[in-house]
């Protein structure tokens, strides 16, 4: 069964940083592409990050480029995003998914930035 939980979400001020987590079960997290997505108050859902399966290339939104970082730790089993420089506008609830399946996608974790 797939399942995929986010963790390390929380409240911080303009400028900080949050590392998010996305623990996977039910599959091997290198053996498929990788995504983030997020959810702005009174916005869809909008990509935000991806890792390739094999090579682990990473690619990002404009809005997050330089200041984002996807990685994987196949050892734990565990998708990451590493997020510094943080703005208002970077709010959201943020979610992994695995693979273009919408389905296979977890339940979230809040991120909120203010001053």
């Known amino acids: 069964q797939v399942q995929l939980v986010e963790s390390g979400g929380g409240s911080v001020q303009p400028g900080g940083s949050l590392t998010l987590s996305c623990t996977v079960s039910g599959f091997i997290v290198s053996h498929y592409p990788m995504f983030w997505f997020r959810q702005r108050p009174g916005k869809g859902v909008e990509w935000v990050s991806s890792i390739n399966m094999g090579d682990d290339v990473t690619h990002y939104a404009d809005a997050v480029k330089g200041r984002f970082t996807t990685s994987r730790d196949v050892a734990k089993n565990t998708l990451y995003l590493y997020m510094r420089d943080l703005r208002p506008e970077d709010t959201a609830v943020y979610y992994c998914?695995?693979?273009?399946?919408?389905?296979?996608r977890g339940q979230g974790t809040q991120v909120a930035v203010s001053a």
């Open positions: 998914q695995k693979g273009d399946n919408e389905s296979d």
